[in-house]
Nanobody
C-alpha cells in the first residue's frame, strides 16, 4: 500500500535548473531504495538515479555531475535537483520506490528542456 506523487516538472531552457519532488505515502511499508527513471518519446524507460535509505547513491553516466538525488526519510520525500539541463534530458520522469518484494511507481512528471 504505497502511493508516490511527483511534482516540480515543467519547461526550462537549456542550462537551467529544476527540482523534482516525490512524496511517498507508504502505510508502514519500509522502502530501502528510491529513485528516478525517465522515458522520452519512442525510447525505453531508463534509470536516472537511485538513493538508499542510508544515503548511498547511484547515477546514470549521462547525468553524473549535473543531477543530485536525495531523500528526507523523516518526510518520506524524494528529490532530484537537476542542473545544467540539456535538451536530451526532456522526458517524463517517474518516481520509484522498492522494498525486497515490490517496486512501486508514481504517475510521472514531464520535463521539457528547450534549446
Amino acid at each position: 500500500q504505497v502511493q508516490l506523487v511527483e511534482s516540480g516538472g515543467g519547461l526550462v531552457q537549456a542550462g537551467g535548473s529544476l527540482r523534482l519532488s516525490c512524496a511517498a505515502s507508504r502505510s508502514g511499508i519500509s522502502l530501502n531504495t528510491m529513485g528516478w527513471y525517465r522515458q522520452a518519446p519512442g525510447k525505453q524507460r531508463e534509470l536516472v538515479a537511485t538513493v538508499r535509505s542510508d544515503g548511498f547513491t547511484i547515477y546514470a553516466d549521462s547525468v553524473k555531475g549535473r543531477f543530485t538525488i536525495s531523500r528526507d526519510n523523516a518526510k518520506d520525500t524524494l528529490y532530484l535537483q537537476m542542473n545544467s539541463l540539456k535538451p536530451e534530458d526532456t522526458a517524463v520522469y517517474y518516481c520509484a520506490a522498492s522494498n525486497h518484494w515490490t517496486t512501486y511507481w508514481g504517475q510521472g512528471t514531464r520535463v521539457t528542456v528547450s534549446s
